[in-house]
Each structure stands twice: as structure tokens, then as C-alpha cells.
């Protein structure tokens, strides 16, 4: 009696347990990954984009920043500021969704080149966290292209480009203003994709954002 009850138990389990998996073929409902979900990986790959990129700013500046004479020319001269950005939170919640991702397009697409650049010209001390970041952020591109499918929207190809460092300063650890500069732009522009991108999932999933 004890073997047939735990047959009959064996076959109740394992029929629960086919039926209660979805069949899951290639496009099909029950494989796809909810928007949210891509939303939240996003902003997880996007957050961690900036807190290296600012370690490596932060790596470079200490050993190489002549003073504040580095940031400064730094400030305002990044390949990305064509981009029509929004300035401060208030602009930013005014922007639709379509135009919050197409920004964050935008913005990753210009940095593939200028990326490739500092993952072969960093020094040896920063060489491997850039590498991480240029790797990060190609997969966010992925992220990126995928909830745009799943939100129906198109993404323009068009994005700033990115013409070459810019001139070197001519005297003392100044040389390495380019790589200084890039890195400061790329510290700007990784603050704003992880920005809006937080605030796009907000406004998809709930209403006072």
C-alpha cells in the first residue's frame, strides 16, 4: 500500500510540474523577459557604467591633475554636447519615454569609438577598469536596443561622433589632457544615461514620477 500511494504521488508531482512550465518556443509569450526586468538590469549595467567611471576619473586626477587647470578646460567641450540634453531633473521628467531612450541611445553609440581609444591608450594602472567599462557598455547597448523592441520604438541611428582627442596642453603632466578630458566626458555622459534611465522605469511603472 506504502509503494502504491508513493507512485501515485510520483506521477501527481511530476504531471504538476510539466504542466505548471510554460512551453516555450523561440518568440513565443512565455519566454520573453518582462519590460520591467530589462529596465531593472539596465539600471543595475548602467549604475555600476558610472560608479567606474568616476573611479577611474578619480585614479587619473590624483596621479596626473595639474591643479584645478585640467578641469576646468575639461568643463564644456565633450564630443557628446551637440546633444540637446535636458538640463536638471525638472527638463528631464518633461521628456517623453521615446525621447528619454533615444537619448540614452544617443549617448552609449557615441562612446563605442572614444572607448576603444582608452582601452588601448590608458596607462597600465586604469588600462583594466576601462576595458570593464568599454565591455559594460556594449552589453547596456544590447539592454538598450531590446527595450526598444519591446516598447515598440524606433532608434535612430544618428549619434555624435567622435572626431579624435582633443589637443594636448604643452607643458608638464598636461600632456595627458586628452585622456584626462575624455574621461571627465565620459564621467558627465555615464551620470546621465544612469539618470535617465531610473527615471524612465519610474514613469513606465508608476504614475507620480
Not at 510520483?10 to 516555450?24: A, E, H, L, Q
Not at 546633444?83 to 528631464?92: A, F, R, S, V
Request: aromatic letters at 8%; glycine letters at 4%; one cysteine or more.
Amino acid at each position: 500500500k506504502l509503494l502504491f500511494v508513493f507512485l501515485v504521488l510520483n506521477m501527481y508531482m511530476t504531471k504538476k510540474v510539466v504542466f505548471s512550465s510554460p512551453i516555450c518556443t523561440p518568440g513565443s509569450l512565455q519566454c520573453q523577459v518582462l519590460l520591467s526586468d530589462l529596465l531593472d538590469r539596465a539600471i543595475r549595467l548602467s549604475h555600476y557604467i558610472h560608479s567606474l567611471s568616476t573611479e577611474i576619473f578619480e585614479d587619473i586626477d590624483h596621479q596626473y591633475s595639474d591643479g584645478r587647470q585640467l578641469i576646468i578646460k575639461a568643463m564644456n567641450n565633450c564630443h557628446t554636447s551637440t546633444l540637446n540634453t535636458p538640463e536638471g531633473k525638472e527638463q528631464t521628467l518633461q521628456l517623453h519615454h521615446e525621447d528619454l531612450l533615444s537619448l540614452v541611445n544617443k549617448l552609449l553609440r557615441s562612446w563605442s569609438q572614444p572607448l576603444q581609444y582608452l582601452s588601448m591608450g590608458a596607462p597600465n594602472n586604469i588600462m583594466q577598469k576601462v576595458k570593464e567599462a568599454e565591455e559594460h557598455t556594449r552589453i547596456l547597448q544590447g539592454g538598450i536596443d531590446r527595450i526598444s523592441g519591446r516598447m515598440l520604438t524606433e532608434l535612430e541611428d544618428f549619434h555624435p561622433e567622435w572626431v579624435g582627442p582633443v589637443d594636448a596642453l604643452p607643458q608638464g603632466d598636461a600632456y595627458l589632457f586628452p585622456l584626462y578630458h575624455l574621461l571627465h566626458c565620459f564621467r558627465r555622459d555615464s551620470h546621465k544615461i544612469d539618470s535617465y534611465l531610473k527615471i524612465l522605469r519610474c514613469r513606465m511603472l508608476h504614475s507620480n514620477c
